[in-house]
């Protein structure tokens, strides 16, 4: 009988550790991968392709629907390449939101990969203790948008509407005895913004928590550190940004290098690794969730003190107020033509990044003066990570192979678009 | 000095800087030696490649309703299907361009690629290996191909697709739709039966609303 070397098993696409629709054929001599090659596009919806047909406000809802843990920081980086080709100025009150709420979202996506990478490597406990916190920041986002998820909240000039002074409340019920209610209620008592604040000084202690069941304990070591490795100048060629090339120790983060919003007006630090293994991008997520707490005390205290307008003052980009509307008949004629055909965009080509929590999120458009997109691109951060599974799991175990796709926290919404 | 000098000093492609960023125009001959250059050239040194897309500039600038004119014709101003022939687009049908990011500088450059009728160029992943697969995309969705691609595959569309669905002239809704046949027990394709239907139509402005934005704003035919 002939001697088999190697056989190719299958990985998914309806595996849970497989984050999503991805399939992985997987060969194996043993139990040791020699090559991995990911078949993607099982989610592809041809959002590119329906953006050209739709009008530059019908295509924000899209852009949450590409990394779908982190909806506003891929919102941010569609609005501010129109803001850039339309040259629109945003408010500084509607920036200090947009980056305030661009910090939620990265501690929503940490969380929930956070969550997930525990998991996966069968510590149950992280994930359940993530979602808990997870859901303080799905609060916020409904507060300030009326969505938990999908909220649609930045737009072209500003923000959608302004923090909302109170917070919604949990109504009584029957299976809710007092006491349980008035805890659930506790923090709402006040603005959305005192709402983060109790968030903000509690939220600290519980990434305490994290590190407590993970950063020293002897399994998740490892099960992690040695894994996955790679070195400088190969993350560079293989194109990773974000914690996949930080881990390799490039202090490249575009909040800081490349500033954009109102960054360059905040303290904070970028958290660098070593090894370039998978501890290091645990770590490095933990230290950037401490990060963001600190970037978003830094907002809320400067969004209480600054009132002010949150959309740009340019009403043939920005629909008027629904007031505004009732009586001006400019105003009238505005809302009627923007929800209709929509804002042109000058004829001209532009990209725009942003820090997503997963690497550089970049929106490419060219447009050629139409009211939609000429071609637009999206430059998800997964991808990359996503097309070097092959290359970082050569050597190791079939149960690392789990280990790795979850450290390069892959979201199949921006890898299939 | 900035990248746009030094790119002209490079003497090769056209150079353009539009919204602060830096584009170099060339044609598929000369991409691999520009590549090489862009990559290792200490003052340029772009160590990451960010980005690689097709674009399709069939229809560029056309409209499916008509803003200028229109009002001695008709009322009629909206045209079912759009012309080719109405396109402003004068360069090659095909462009494949790529995002590149020099880490050492700190800076950021567009290189587009001009592809002429055989719609190929050579595969880039010789100087930047995080293209492969973004040329798989572009290969998958516009047809491009690439010379020398270690692994020139579909990748986002379904096995067995036919057609390149990202170019202009096709369809949205696509040719095929499918569905599970009961008697032959498998999954068949048939013709698609919806329509397309257009609830914005794509209307071009020169209204001079957004004046000195952007350098080429107002020179439309």
Same mark, same amino acid.
């Given at each position: 009988?002939?001697?088999?070397?190697?056989?190719?098993?299958?990985?998914?696409?309806?595996?849970?550790?497989?984050?999503?629709?991805?399939?992985?054929?997987?060969?194996?001599?043993?139990?040791?991968?020699?090559?991995?090659?990911?078949?993607?596009?099982?989610?592809?919806?041809?959002?590119?392709?329906?953006?050209?047909?739709?009008?530059?406000?019908?295509?924000?809802?899209?852009?949450?629907?590409?990394?779908?843990?982190?909806?506003?920081?891929?919102?941010?980086?569609?609005?501010?390449?129109?803001?850039?080709?339309?040259?629109?100025?945003?408010?500084?009150?509607?920036?200090?939101?947009?980056?305030?709420?661009?910090?939620?979202?990265?501690?929503?996506?940490?969380?929930?990969?956070?969550?997930?990478?525990?998991?996966?490597?069968?510590?149950?406990?992280?994930?359940?203790?993530?979602?808990?916190?997870?859901?303080?920041?799905?609060?916020?986002? *409904?507060? &300030?948008?009326?969505?938990?998820?999908?909220?649609?909240?930045? =737009?072209?000039? @500003? %923000?959608?509407? !302004? /923090?909302?002074?109170?917070?919604?409340?949990?109504?009584?019920?029957?299976?809710?005895?007092?006491?349980?209610?008035?805890?659930?209620?506790?923090?709402?008592?006040?603005?959305?913004?005192?709402?983060?604040?109790?968030?903000?000084?509690?939220?600290?202690?519980?990434?305490?928590?994290?590190?407590?069941?993970?950063?020293?304990?002897?399994?998740?070591?490892?099960?992690?550190?040695?894994?996955?490795?790679?070195?400088? *100048?190969? &993350?560079?060629?293989?194109?990773?940004?974000?914690?996949?090339? =930080?881990?390799? @120790? %490039?202090?490249? !983060? /575009?909040?800081?290098?490349?500033?954009?919003?109102?960054?360059?007006?905040?303290?904070?630090?970028?958290?660098?690794?070593?090894?370039?293994?998978?501890?290091?991008?645990?770590?490095?997520?933990?230290?950037?969730?401490?990060?963001?707490?600190?970037?978003?005390?830094?907002?809320?205290?400067?969004?209480?003190?600054?009132?002010?307008?949150?959309?740009?003052?340019?009403?043939?980009?920005?629909?008027?107020?629904?007031?505004?509307?009732?009586?001006?008949?400019?105003?009238?004629?505005?809302?009627?033509?923007?929800?209709?055909?929509?804002?042109? /965009?000058?004829?001209?080509?532009?990209?725009?990044?942003?820090?997503?929590?997963?690497?550089?999120?970049?929106?490419?458009?060219?447009?050629?003066?139409?009211?939609?997109?000429?071609?637009?691109?999206?430059?998800?951060?997964?991808?990359?990570?996503?097309?070097?599974?092959?290359?970082?799991?050569?050597?190791?175990?079939?149960?690392?192979?789990?280990?790795?796709?979850?450290?390069?926290?892959?979201?199949?919404?921006?890898?299939?678009? | 000095?900035?990248?746009?000098?030094?790119?002209?000093?490079?003497?090769?492609?056209?150079?353009?800087?539009?919204?602060?960023?830096?584009?170099?125009?060339?044609?598929?001959?000369?991409?691999?030696?520009?590549?090489?250059?862009?990559?290792?050239?200490?003052?340029?040194?772009?160590?990451?490649?960010?980005?690689?897309?097709?674009?399709?500039?069939?229809?560029?600038?056309?409209?499916?309703?008509?803003?200028?004119?229109?009002?001695?014709?008709?009322?009629?101003?909206?045209?079912?299907?759009?012309?080719?022939?109405?396109?402003?687009?004068?360069?090659?049908?095909?462009?494949?361009?790529?995002?590149?990011?020099?880490?050492?500088?700190?800076?950021?450059?567009?290189?587009?690629?001009?592809?002429?009728?055989?719609?190929?160029?050579?595969?880039?992943?010789?100087?930047?290996?995080?293209?492969?697969?973004?040329?798989?995309?572009?290969?998958?969705?516009?047809?491009?191909?690439?010379?020398?691609?270690?692994?020139?595959?579909?990748?986002?569309?379904?096995?067995?697709?036919?057609?390149?669905?990202?170019?202009?002239?096709?369809?949205?809704?696509?040719?095929?739709?499918?569905?599970?046949?009961?008697?032959?027990?498998?999954?068949?394709?048939?013709?698609?039966?919806?329509?397309?239907?257009?609830?914005?139509?794509?209307?071009?402005?020169?209204?001079?609303?957004?004046?000195?934005?952007?350098?080429?704003?107002?020179?439309?035919?």
């Amino acid at each position: 009988m002939a001697k088999e070397h190697s056989y190719t098993i299958n990985f998914g696409p309806q595996h849970p550790a497989a984050h999503g629709v991805l399939r992985l054929l997987i060969t194996l001599e043993g139990e040791t991968v020699q090559s991995i090659d990911p078949h993607i596009g099982l989610l592809h919806r041809g959002t590119e392709k329906l953006m050209e047909h739709k009008t530059y406000l019908q295509s924000g809802g899209y852009f949450d629907r590409f990394c779908y843990v982190s909806m506003m920081a891929n919102e941010h980086a569609y609005v501010m390449a129109l803001e850039k080709m339309l040259a629109i100025k945003v408010p500084e009150r509607a920036e200090y939101i947009r980056v305030l709420f661009a910090e939620i979202t990265r501690l929503m996506n940490h969380l929930i990969w956070l969550g997930a990478y525990g998991l996966d490597l069968g510590a149950m406990s992280v994930f359940l203790y993530c979602f808990r916190d997870r859901d303080d920041l799905l609060a916020m986002y *409904e507060a &300030a948008s009326g969505a938990r998820m999908h909220a649609n909240y930045f =737009r072209v000039g @500003g %923000v959608w509407r !302004d /923090l909302p002074h109170t917070m919604p409340k949990y109504q009584s019920s029957s299976w809710k005895s007092k006491k349980k209610l008035a805890d659930l209620n506790a923090d709402r008592q006040g603005s959305l913004l005192d709402f983060i604040e109790s968030f903000i000084e509690r939220f600290p202690g519980r990434i305490d928590d994290y590190e407590t069941l993970l950063t020293d304990n002897r399994i998740w070591k490892q099960r992690t550190q040695g894994v996955g490795v790679v070195s400088k *100048e190969r &993350a560079m060629s293989l194109g990773f940004t974000g914690h996949m090339l =930080r881990s390799t @120790g %490039v202090a490249w !983060d /575009l909040r800081k290098t490349q500033p954009y919003s109102v960054y360059d007006k905040l303290t904070f630090d970028v958290p660098v690794g070593v090894n370039g293994d998978c501890y290091d991008r645990y770590i490095i997520r933990i230290a950037e969730m401490r990060e963001s707490v600190k970037i978003m005390k830094q907002c809320v205290d400067w969004l209480r003190e600054h009132p002010g307008p949150i959309l740009a003052d340019a009403p043939k980009v920005v629909p008027p107020s629904r007031d505004h509307m009732k009586d001006n008949m400019e105003a009238m004629i505005h809302h009627f033509k923007l929800h209709t055909e929509g804002f042109s /965009l000058p004829r001209g080509e532009v990209y725009s990044a942003v820090e997503h929590p997963k690497g550089e999120f970049g929106v490419y458009i060219v447009s050629d003066g139409a009211n939609m997109p000429y071609r637009i691109k999206v430059r998800a951060a997964g991808f990359p990570h996503l097309a070097a599974i092959s290359e970082l799991c050569k050597g190791h175990l079939l149960a690392d192979v789990v280990t790795i796709l979850s450290s390069l926290d892959i979201v199949l919404g921006e890898v299939d678009r | 000095m900035n990248i746009a000098d030094e790119l002209r000093e490079l003497g090769q492609g056209i150079v353009s800087e539009s919204l602060g960023q830096v584009s170099l125009q060339i044609s598929a001959e000369e991409v691999l030696s520009v590549a090489k250059s862009l990559k290792t050239n200490p003052a340029i040194k772009m160590n990451m490649l960010l980005d690689l897309c097709g674009v399709d500039y069939l229809y560029y600038g056309v409209e499916s309703w008509q803003t200028e004119g229109a009002c001695h014709q008709s009322y009629c101003r909206a045209r079912a299907e759009p012309l080719s022939e109405n396109s402003v687009w004068t360069g090659a049908r095909f462009q494949v361009v790529c995002h590149l990011l020099s880490i050492t500088h700190n800076q950021r450059m567009r290189l587009k690629v001009d592809l002429d009728d055989s719609v190929s160029m050579p595969s880039l992943s010789g100087v930047w290996p995080s293209s492969v697969w973004y040329e798989r995309e572009a290969f998958d969705l516009f047809g491009i191909q690439f010379k020398q691609h270690p692994d020139l595959r579909r990748i986002l569309t379904d096995y067995g697709f036919v057609g390149f669905p990202m170019r202009k002239d096709f369809p949205l809704v696509g040719r095929v739709e499918m569905r599970y046949d009961s008697q032959s027990a498998q999954c068949v394709y048939d013709p698609v039966s919806i329509e397309y239907q257009s609830h914005v139509p794509r209307m071009i402005r020169n209204d001079h609303r957004y004046v000195d934005v952007g350098e080429e704003s107002g020179e439309r035919a």
